[in-house]
């Protein structure tokens, strides 16, 4: 679940999702998370919601998509 692009979509208006988002793009947050990696020029947070079933997980890869503007990886 694409949160931010859920979010701007509007998809469900005022859902938990939403307030995740708006919970991490702001100011007290992003002011934390400027402040802890040392990169003053963040401007947003993007999430993504994913439910695993029993036995699934993630398979390997990198947080890198240094085209799509990404800095930080978070969990």
């Known amino acids: 679940?694409?949160?931010v692009h859920a979010?701007?979509?509007?998809w469900a208006p005022e859902g938990p999702h939403d307030a995740v988002v708006?919970?991490?793009n702001d100011l007290?947050?992003?002011?934390l998370v400027?402040?802890?990696?040392?990169?003053p020029?963040?401007?947003?947070?993007?999430?993504?919601?994913?439910?695993?079933?029993?036995?699934?997980f993630l398979s390997v890869h990198d947080d890198s998509h240094v085209a799509q503007g990404?800095?930080?990886a978070y969990v």
């Open 28 to 31: 007290p947050l992003m002011e």
């Open 22 to 24: 708006e919970l991490i």
């Open 1 to 3: 679940y694409p949160m």
């Open 41 to 56: 020029e963040l401007t947003k947070a993007d999430a993504q919601a994913t439910v695993y079933a029993p036995g699934n």
């Open 70 to 72: 990404w800095r930080v």
């Open 7 to 10: 979010y701007l979509q509007q």
């Open 34 to 39: 400027r402040a802890v990696t040392g990169m």
